[in-house]
């Protein structure tokens, strides 16, 4: 700190580079020359702005003796005002400007003269920022500048508008942006996010360059690349996807038809998620000319714990039983709990005439699909779906439709998928069913050209199949165990290689449909969701316990007459509306379809090619909207080869 002692200014204490007081006295002994001539200069020019303003005093009052119409020192005044504001300016430096010897003098005079009136150090830049309107960042440098150098601080245009290799700014060449622009092409083609951190570890292993996250920034920045929000990349709408589309629509096509003559029921079911804070940051804020003036909301970013639902829908309503109020009836595994990590409502799932299932997922955070397993969804199935079905439709037939999540296709779960299993599970897989011998066919190429070879393996009695050896045929590798057990159970145990789904469909005699991905507008329980959920958003309050969101959810669906938003309450979710808006969704793709003709439910010129299609089972769609389709492809030799067997019942393969 810098105090005056009789005449003199003396520093006390120690400045920031470790500066003596003896020091900072002389500092401030050396601004007092310079201090007397700026009081001087101000002392001018305080002179010179009372003579204007005396003179401008004189002219009015001679302007009053002679009337208005002698109004002809105006402009003079004017001119003597604007002179007057660009003497004062004169003493500040510009934003952006070169700094000489006197801006950076009046910089440090202005800054020093407040501390010696006590004002504190970080107070006192932000002052003279503002006196001067200068940045502080200025003003920061130009006292460090005479901290360690004593001297007032200047600078040049020298370097302005030139890119150098030292500055920062031309960190990589030309060849190496492109190397970096193929690298984020190929993480956003996977599916990955590019941060900072991510591209400095590529430039420090692939351009031996160290840089920090800043300067990535500025780089990234100075090629073209701005962070935002990304869109989830769809397959492009080509001839498989068409095909795939088509299909659906003429299975959808057949089953109204069926629905319409009263000869079956379609049912739609689907999975989604609520948050616990669920709710819109929307609403009406004080603005003024200059823009928002408030625009809190009082609640934070989070939202809360998560709350899986899973349902089912017809154009007759919601399925599930009522109570004496008509009200659909509670399901009963729903069991919140709001405080620390698990799934509430584990346990044994009891049956219940409802299709309504919900409950708090373990995370919640990720996809929410996770929270779901083929388990669950099978038990949904069979002690849900299927009584709430009978208690309201009785002995109609089912016809469900549903998307292809992997959860939905469920396998048997001793023999599940032979492509997934290990060659050792297979081997053992054929030995338990006594499958005594497999035929591998395989491509062999000789002097005489390529031509098919024909291998016999017998199943080993303990362990598995030796390893295979193209060049003399003998073992087996894994790939061919999977092709060899699959082909077996086909034959033999074909409702072990089937979808526990269509196992329990098969078994009623009901239907599956499976939606083709990414057609979300062909769903009408999509919109049963957005209806609950609106509900849930129109009565958003903090601290809402999951309890609370499980009523309002059902509220939401079901209706709430005492809801004071609109006349007569909240209306319960209309399916009909909800299926007839996906039916017309349906009928804009078959009317620019080139194949397909006419409306759903009476479609013309069906292409044979569909018509005994089967549902499109096999296409699994995964978590990650990515088709896996699994072909199985076996030539008619080898078909035949699995025929035999021996006295005994052991089959051959």
Known sequence: MVTKRKGRYVATGVTAKGK?????????????????????????????????????????????????????????????????????????PRTGSLLDTSQSRSI??????????????????????????????????????????????????????????????????????????????????????????????????????????????????????????????????????????????????????????????????DESFCHQLHGSAYSYFLTDDDGVVQDGMGRTSGKGLRMIMVHAITKGGALAAVDENNFPIPEGWFKPKDKGKGRQGAGSMGTEETAEMLWQAKRATGDYHDAMTDKMFMEWLERRLAPAFKAKYGNKKMILVLDNASYHHGYDAEVGVPESNSKGYNTALLRKYKCRKITVEREVTSSAGVRSKKYTFQVPATGTFPQANSKCGKGVSGPEVALATRAFFQLKHPTKLMEKVETFMNGRGWQLIWTPPYMPSFQPIELFWQHGKQYVSFNFKTKRTMAEVWAQVRKGWYGDPTWEGQKGGWKPADCSKLVAHAVKEMNKWVASDPVLRGQMGALEEIPESYEDDAPGHNDIVHDDGVEAQEQLELSAEFMECMGDEDADGDAEV
């Open 20 to 92: 003596t007081r003896t020091e900072k006295a002389n500092l401030a002994n050396m601004l007092r020359a310079k201090e007397a001539a700026l009081a001087v200069r101000e002392a001018t020019v305080a002179a010179r702005e009372a003579a204007v303003a005396e003179a401008e005093k004189a002219a009015k009052e001679k302007q009053q003796q002679q009337g208005p119409e002698a109004d002809t020192g105006a402009p003079q005044q004017e001119a003597r005002e604007q002179q007057a504001a660009q003497q004062r300016d004169d003493l500040a």
């Open 108 to 269: 440090l005079l202005t800054y020093f003269e407040l501390v010696q009136s006590g004002v504190e150090p970080n107070k006192a830049v932000q002052r003279t920022a503002s006196t001067l309107r200068v940045g502080k960042d200025k003003v920061f440098k130009v006292r460090a500048h005479w901290w360690e150098k004593t001297e007032l601080l200047t600078s040049s245009a020298e370097g302005r508008g030139v890119s150098s290799g030292k500055d920062g700014r031309k960190l990589l060449d030309d060849v190496q942006c492109a190397n970096l622009r193929a690298f984020i092409s190929d993480k956003h083609e996977n599916g990955q996010q590019v941060f900072r951190r991510t591209v400095r570890e590529w430039i420090k292993e692939t351009c031996n360059k160290d840089l920090s996250n800043r300067a990535v920034g500025g780089l990234l920045y100075r090629i073209g690349y701005r962070r935002r929000r990304g869109r989830i990349k769809i397959p492009p709408l080509n001839d498989d996807r068409k095909a795939r589309i088509r299909r659906f629509l003429v299975e959808m096509s057949a089953a109204l038809t069926q629905e319409e003559k009263e000869e079956a029921v379609i049912v739609y079911m």
